[in-house]
């Protein structure tokens, strides 16, 4: 066994020495100097020890002082509580948001947490689908479509005290129609006017109707904001809704406490708790099962069975339009040929990635999903046909093709990178997995388009209006699918819009832009004790003002 | 001893000046544009040009370079430009769990490396000195991430003893849950680095034996292996603590990895997080933070030392 | 020097030089034979077929994404023996260039780089690697070049101190005073001299390097997707530990047993060409700087 590289002389003497001799004499005169080194070390040990330990208590001390994790003061000044207990209710999720800017920031993982609960529109939209008050109680619309009237709900606070009016409505979208860079931004591209004849009314003004326009304002868009207010969104909110944003500790957990101002019915927890754990979901897991966690949304299909079966939880699948979307590059050769976009389609067998979801995805055959509007099942086209697709790649004249998926980080568990490298490689493709960071996602692949393939989980619903954008990161353009789009969206007759729409997806759904990988229906468990929390498109949106907690 | 302490202070203000050289150049440098690599190459030119003016990138490199070395004097490292919120208050509360990780793991560490590693040097040639020595080998060759997974599967999974993951939301506020989530991490990090320090401590030891005044206690009657503790572990020790700046290097490598296997808000997980986003001005403080605390640690190290060993005292014999 | 075409059979007369050099070997063999085959294609993945146990056609059963375990074992022999080889010459290279330069160079060549080179042992290896990556995106070169940088500092402070202390021996200045150039006395006296240590370092940076990577792509910088290495095998499968404990156990396994061979390799190699009576007489620990020896046996790294 290794020595290392000490002296290599046997030792020397201490061998051949009698044990013993007058051993107490010898102590006594052995241990002064000795021990004084032995003193000298402890010593050494403790106060190198006590000096980090003093370190890092200061660190911690310095850190509570400040307003990063600690407990922050409520503005409006300290209220009593409002009867209920203090019932702390604690989410597990898996993405979180890269800042809170509600208006400048994309990704779907802001909107999941804040809307509803911190930020809140002129409307909302229920767990059915259905349009439903928000700010405003009530509104009209006109015969023809264009002009929305809404009433504001009286007595409505913002979170640092300062009253609601119509003039921060017309401030805020004013703010967004005129900002490129505002993630709404397009929504308010019909948008002519915006007004307010009183203290109370909205009235909205558009070109021509818009049938998506209310949906619209149900989600991000209609997020109102106090008029000439200077907090900094990426880290602080200063919204309307019945919870306040607390904390963020970056990396780890966002917290929100109940709005004891607010003007609707309180929130049935004292405080919520998002716990972020990226494609961690073993750790989710383990959370959930320790006990850390009240819901867990959503619940990796694979260590399902663990909570299953076990009565302290319930597990069920969440409906939502998730699509996990294979995009291509479409402005990018070879993309641009039709054939190779029908080969590489033809080349996937969805059954792949929906065997390993244990119910928690359905095929799809187009961009729509069951319950849009619009939803046809178009399954048959450019279905799985791995011969076909070895034939389309001969006609369109390549070979050896070698391409680069980028797609973000936290979807490892779907293990979409290996099973498209498989598929691709048995038609002749070659591909290589860029996994990704999502920041990195959205400012390669969603901002800058410098990308081949791209997965990722188009989480909003009725975004079918992305494939009538020819700006959209995909960058597909199809001048009927834009014309019919348009003209779905300008009927005023529901009916008409379905029927428009299908004949679009169906032209979408040849022209293969995109594969739609399946339909993302989380499973999502939750303890027993947990009642009121959504059931429906859990991913883009967490509405928890009448989630409760009971006790134990 | 005051010129040691300010020959030794000069060679600390050095080392970190070096650092923040080194770190700051190889990440503004290397890559030819910041701005470019932050923003994608495909960015717009006006995204770009805002992402300059931002960081600051449009003056000379080296006004950048003061601009930086005097934010960090001042403790003020700026706010993120992907996050927007301040460096420096998180990289406070991040340490607020690396840190005693890191001491928990020295602990661990040098609980198994002292007695054990004397012991395998006092028994070399007997079996269990052996043994000892040959499991410190192969505890020293896990892979830190497969010894964390193997102890949660035993200690946690199977035993319930302890979480396995996560930390307590309201932090140190919760002191008992805050310390029994760092039980398994520090023991994961712990028995790989004691194992490397198990060698060092043995070999110390064994040196030992060949020195005069160990012969001389022999000589006066005491048996090989009272010489070895009276004489030798103490000089082990002392060795020890004299390499626990390097040490320190060690366990921030080992604490980065575990911070992710068991979900704890640590510095590693948030510098993951940090170069996935490209955020290059973060990394640079956060890596240099983290270079600062090791030299200073080896510099208090080398002072107590200095303090202590009385063999290194000017003009002791 | 007679001693030197017999340290074969002296390395494998010692159990531990036997062991580790069949595990060696049969790592070369395991990386030599994936190139030509494998029982299947270890990136090919068929989510019907996961989470196998052990069976006739997935010898050791199959990881989440269906790919068989085998399969990606030998590939992987490929990336660690890459990643060992590239990291020693790398750290090698750079060991001795800065170590003889540190070492027997002018004063003031030698004073600064020598403080230099304790300043640079700060840097953990892995935040170079961190930031290489930050920049580069991750892949095998940058593990090679950081793994490579961060242990050649390392050696290079090994090697000052015993190439100091290997040039202040009497029978170098005999050799000076007669008549051997510098260059002369480098090559016959002192890196014979030196190469013991030289050789238990490369190993032991070698075995770091493959620790090293193991943890570089669990963090998501190392082999991209494609490249099957033990260390990502072992990212994939931690987290469903909970569930299929079997599969994490083969890729760690497998690094556990290289790491130890290389390192029980090293020792055995300077044992073999280094016996002990030929060494030079022992300086005690008391006058060498415990920072070297520590950073022989790997302190810090």
């Avoid at chain 1, 607010?262 to 754990?277: L, M, N, Q």
């Avoid at chain 1, 209006?465 to 959209?472: D, R």
């Avoid at chain 2, 930390?167 to 760092?182: E, I, K, T, V």
Wanted: net charge negative; proline share 6%; glycine share 10%.
């Amino acid at each position: 066994m290794s020595e290392g590289n000490e002296p290599g002389a046997p030792a020397p003497g201490a061998g051949g020495s009698p044990a013993g001799g007058r051993p107490e004499f010898e102590r006594k005169d052995g241990r002064g100097p000795r021990r004084g080194r032995g003193v000298g070390i402890v010593v050494a040990i403790v106060a190198i020890v006590a000096a980090l330990a003093g370190g890092a208590t200061w660190a911690i001390l310095a850190n509570a002082s400040r307003s990063a994790g600690g407990p922050a003061p409520q503005p409006g000044g300290t209220a009593a509580p409002t009867g209920a207990a203090a019932t702390t209710l604690t989410v597990g999720l898996s993405l979180e948001p890269t800042n809170l800017d509600i208006i400048g920031q994309s990704g779907v993982a802001l909107e999941q947490i804040l809307l509803d609960n911190v930020y809140q529109g002129l409307v909302s939209v229920d767990d059915d689908g259905t349009i439903v008050p928000s700010l405003a109680d009530s509104w009209r619309v006109s015969d023809d479509g264009t002009s929305y009237t809404f009433q504001l709900h009286p007595e409505v606070q913002f979170h640092d005290g300062a009253p609601l009016s119509s003039a921060d409505v017309v401030a805020t979208y004013e703010m967004v129609k005129g900002d490129k860079a505002a993630v709404a931004n397009p929504v308010f591209a019909d948008v002519e006017s915006i007004t307010a004849p009183d203290d109370r009314t909205v009235v909205i003004t558009l070109s021509h109707p818009d049938a998506d326009f209310l949906w619209n304002l149900a989600g991000r868009a209609g997020v109102v904001l106090e008029k000439g207010a200077k907090n900094d969104r990426a880290t602080t909110a200063n919204g309307t809704g019945p919870f306040l944003l607390e904390a963020w500790n970056q990396g780890s957990s966002i917290s929100l406490s109940r709005n004891e101002h607010y003007w609707g019915e309180a929130a049935k927890v004292s405080e919520v708790v998002f716990r972020y754990f990226g494609a961690d979901s073993n750790a989710a897991a383990n959370a959930l099962a320790d006990g850390d966690l009240d819901v867990l949304a959503p619940l990796d299909a694979t260590l399902a069975p663990r909570f299953q079966g076990d009565p302290r939880f319930v597990t069920g699948t969440t409906g939502s339009t998730d699509v996990f979307t294979l995009a291509y590059n479409n402005a990018k050769a070879p993309f641009t040929d039709l054939r190779v976009r029908e080969a590489l389609s033809r080349a996937i067998d969805q059954n792949a990635f929906i065997a390993v979801l244990n119910g928690g995805g359905q095929q799809l055959g187009g961009p729509i999903t069951e319950g849009e509007p619009g939803y046809e099942n178009l399954n048959s086209i450019n279905h799985y046909d791995p011969d076909s697709a070895r034939q389309l790649l001969q006609e369109a004249g390549v070979s050896g093709l070698q391409l680069t998926l980028t797609i973000p980080n936290i979807y490892e568990s779907f293990h979409i990178g290996d099973v498209l490298t498989t598929q691709l490689a048995a038609v002749g493709v070659k591909l290589t997995v860029n996994s990704v960071d999502f920041t990195t996602w959205l400012q390669d692949v969603y901002t800058n388009k410098d990308f081949d393939l791209s997965v990722v989980d188009h989480a909003e619903a009725h975004d079918f209006g992305n494939y009538a954008n020819p700006g959209y990161y995909w960058s597909y353009d199809n001048a009927q699918v834009q014309s019919l789009y348009a003209q779905a969206m300008a009927a005023t007759d529901p009916a008409k819009t379905d029927e428009l729409l299908q004949q679009a997806a169906r032209i979408v759904a040849n022209d293969a832009p995109a594969k739609w990988l399946f339909n993302y229906t989380p499973l999502v468990a939750r303890k027993a004790s947990v009642s009121g929390f959504p059931s429906y498109g859990v991913n883009s949106r967490l509405n928890l003002g009448q989630v409760a907690v009971a006790s134990e | 001893m005051t010129r040691f302490i300010v020959i030794r202070a000069a060679m600390l203000v050095a080392g970190l000046l070096v650092a923040s050289i080194l770190i700051f150049f190889t990440l503004r440098i290397l890559p030819g544009d910041v701005a470019l690599v932050i923003g994608g190459t495909q960015a717009s030119p006006e995204r770009i040009a805002a992402i300059r003016a931002q960081l600051g990138l449009d003056q000379p490199i080296v006004a950048q370079y003061l601009d930086w070395v005097g934010g960090l004097l001042r403790l003020d490292l700026g706010t993120s430009v992907v996050t927007g919120s301040s460096v420096s208050a998180q990289i406070a509360q991040k340490l607020a769990v690396t840190g005693p990780l890191a001491l928990l793991s020295l602990l661990f560490g040098l609980v198994i490396a002292l007695p054990l590693g004397f012991l395998s040097a006092v028994r070399r040639s007997r079996a269990s000195g052996v043994a000892i020595a040959f499991g410190a080998q192969a505890a020293a060759a896990v892979p830190v991430v497969w010894a964390g997974l193997l102890l949660i599967l035993l200690l946690s999974t199977a035993l319930g003893l302890f979480p396995s993951q996560g930390f307590p939301l309201n932090g140190w506020a919760d002191p008992w849950g805050a310390l029994r989530s760092l039980i398994l991490p520090a023991l994961t990090i712990g028995i790989v680095e004691g194992a490397v320090l198990l060698r060092f401590v043995r070999s110390a030891v064994l040196s030992a034996q060949g020195q005069l005044h160990v012969t001389a206690a022999a000589a006066r009657g005491l048996t090989r292996r009272q010489a070895l503790l009276r004489h030798g572990l103490p000089n082990a020790g002392l060795s020890v603590v004299s390499v626990l700046g390097l040490q320190l290097a060690a366990l921030i490598v080992g604490a980065v990895v575990v911070e992710q296997l068991f979900n704890l808000p640590g510095l590693g997980p948030m510098l993951v997080t940090d170069v996935g986003q490209r955020d290059l001005p973060k990394v640079q403080s956060v890596v240099f933070t983290i270079t600062a605390i090791i030299l200073v640690v080896g510099f208090l190290v080398d002072l107590v030392h200095r303090i202590v060993d009385p063999r290194l005292r000017a003009g002791t014999a | 020097m007679s001693g030197r075409r017999r340290w074969l059979p002296a390395l494998l007369r010692q159990p531990a030089g036997l062991f580790s050099s069949i595990v060696l070997a049969l790592l070369v063999l395991a990386a030599a034979v994936s190139l030509l085959w494998t029982p299947r294609d270890p990136n090919e993945a068929d989510t019907a077929r996961a989470w196998l146990p052990p069976g006739p056609s997935f010898w050791l059963g199959t990881d989440g994404a269906g790919k068989d375990i085998v399969s990606q074992l030998l590939a992987g022999a490929r990336v660690s023996v890459v990643v060992i080889v590239g990291a020693a010459l790398v750290a090698g290279v750079l060991g001795i260039a800065v170590g003889a330069l540190a070492s027997l160079t002018a004063r003031w060549v030698r004073e600064p780089l020598a403080v230099l080179i304790d300043i640079l042992i700060a840097f953990p290896t892995l935040l170079i690697a961190m930031m290489l990556a930050a920049v580069f995106g991750g892949s095998l070169i940058v593990v090679v070049a950081a793994v490579g940088i961060g242990y050649g500092v390392s050696i290079a402070r090994v090697l000052r101190a015993e190439i100091a202390q290997v040039a202040g021996a009497d029978f170098i200045l005999a050799a000076r005073a007669a008549g051997l150039g510098r260059l002369a006395i480098a090559r016959r006296h002192i890196l014979p001299n030196v190469a013991p240590v030289f050789i238990v370092q490369l190993s032991l940076s070698a075995a770091l390097a493959l620790l090293a990577e193991a943890a570089l792509s669990y963090l998501g910088y190392g082999a991209p997707s494609g490249t099957p290495s033990w260390g990502r095998m072992l990212a994939q499968v931690q987290g469903y530990i909970s569930v299929h404990p079997l599969a994490a156990l083969w890729p760690g396994l497998a690094i556990t047993l290289t790491v130890l061979a290389l390192n029980l390799f090293g020792d055995a190699l300077r044992e073999a060409t280094d016996p002990r009576l030929l060494r030079p007489s022992a300086r005690p620990m008391d006058d060498a700087d415990p920072a070297d020896q520590a950073l022989r046996l790997g302190v810090g790294r």
